[in-house]
């Protein structure tokens, strides 16, 4: 149980276009997704909190404008990096938790970004 | 704040065992531990929700001092399944969101 999906795994765009990611919970409802970005070697930075049927709630230092978040259902939630630039690429990951947030988050396989 | 992990890495023969801290300046809630591989997302590997609390998993273990805001996690004879980067995520009272430790590397030579 527990399955969380994030697709694509894999996506190259040219600057200036903007590149959709989804994530998805395949086996339970999740109230909330976290979307975090990861750089080589480094640490999982937070990127914002999505709660189901709510706005975003976005960590400081992280543009809301170019980072849209939707989560409209219980199963998905969506990423779109807006007019991307080589400093965005990355290995972006979301996680789903139940209960707000209060309990174990799980995390998708993640999705790898370049940015030509 | 960022959690304190420690060691930052850590290299072992396979059936060593090894000691993982994190330490949080704040009072916390929980703490989540994962590990992850090269290019692949983390996986959940406990939470800890009360002080003093200590979970296992086959031969991973851990424990939460509340008082002490640190947690740390046990690996008992290494296996070689067993690299990876660990992560400390910890949660404080009210909020819905983990901060991550800088994580551990973790190699298990044969």
């Known amino acids: 149980g527990a399955v969380v999906s994030q697709h694509p795994s894999w996506v190259i765009c040219k600057s200036g276009t903007s590149v959709k990611i989804e994530c998805r919970s395949l086996?339970?409802?999740?109230?909330?997704m976290f979307w975090y970005r990861q750089f080589p070697k480094q640490s999982l930075m937070l990127m914002a909190t999505?709660?189901?049927?709510?706005?975003?709630?976005?960590e400081q230092g992280v543009e809301k404008d170019k980072f849209l978040i939707n989560h409209a259902s219980l199963t998905l939630s969506t990423l779109t990096v807006t007019s991307a630039h080589p400093e965005d690429s990355s290995f972006y990951i979301c996680?789903?938790?139940?209960?707000?947030?209060?309990?174990?988050?799980?995390f998708g396989p993640g999705t790898r970004l370049l940015v030509l | 704040q960022q959690p304190v992990q420690s060691p930052q890495a850590v290299i072992l023969r396979e059936g060593e065992d090894a000691v993982i801290n994190c330490s949080s300046s704040?009072?916390?809630?929980?703490v989540h531990w994962y590990r992850q591989k090269h290019g692949e997302a983390p996986v959940f590997l406990m939470i800890?929700?009360?002080?003093?609390e200590q979970k296992g998993h086959e031969k991973i273990s851990a424990s939460f001092n509340e008082k002490k805001q640190q947690s740390s996690l046990y690996l008992t004879a290494s296996q070689l399944s067993y690299s990876g980067t660990y992560f400390c995520?910890?949660?404080?009272?009210?909020?819905?969101?983990?901060?991550f430790g800088q994580g551990t590397r973790l190699t298990i030579n044969p």
């Open positions: 996680s789903a938790s139940l209960n707000r947030g209060y309990e174990t988050q799980y």
């Open positions: 086996d339970f409802q999740a109230t909330t």
């Open positions: 999505s709660n189901e049927g709510s706005k975003a709630t976005y």
């Open positions: 704040k009072a916390l809630y929980s």
């Open positions: 800890l929700l009360k002080g003093g």
């Open positions: 995520g910890t949660g404080t009272q009210g909020a819905q969101k983990l901060v």
